[in-house]
């Protein structure tokens, strides 16, 4: 029971961030969203939000998230509005050190789906280097990622 608002509010008008926020929640713990896809629909306006739970869940989908920040897209270009900017990938990694932050870096090259010599090039980067990439975001949408982290 991913979706569902009474035809009511709809008809009415009064989508709100409130109204959205418990099926929104429930949204993204049945699609198991990663971090950066339920900030951005939580971030999303309700309108938006409302849009993406109507087309149902993102259960046959081979990653979820991707599939889920591309329905954010479809539904922001169909309504004439903008998607917010996602936030940085390491907004709350930026402090970490070490193993804290190695382990933020694989996560970021496993989600992000980049192929094994942009991976070892970003491995082998300076760590000032490599906090750029991380604060630059997720590449789910970058046509080609691999050449977005080795340009």
Do not use: W, Y
């Not at 926020?21 to 306006?45: G, M, Y």
């Not at 989600?111 to 997720?138: C, N, T, Y």
């Amino acid at each position: 029971a991913c979706s569902g608002v009474s035809m009511g509010s709809i008809q009415m008008g009064l989508i709100t961030k409130e109204s959205m926020a418990a099926e929104v929640a429930a949204f993204i713990a049945h699609n198991k969203l990663d971090d950066r896809a339920a900030q951005a629909l939580t971030d999303s306006l309700p309108e938006l939000q409302r849009n993406v739970l109507d087309r149902g869940n993102l259960a046959d989908a081979n990653n979820p998230s991707s599939a889920l920040l591309g329905r954010l897209k479809s539904a922001a270009a169909a309504l004439g509005v903008t998607t917010p900017a996602p936030r940085p990938f390491s907004q709350a990694a930026t402090g970490l050190d070490g193993e804290q932050f190695a382990t933020a870096l694989e996560k970021f090259i496993a989600d992000s789906g980049i192929d094994e010599r942009a991976a070892d090039a970003l491995r082998k980067a300076p760590v000032d280097h490599q906090r750029f990439v991380l604060d630059r975001g997720g590449l789910q949408d970058a046509r080609n990622p691999s050449a977005s982290v080795l340009g």
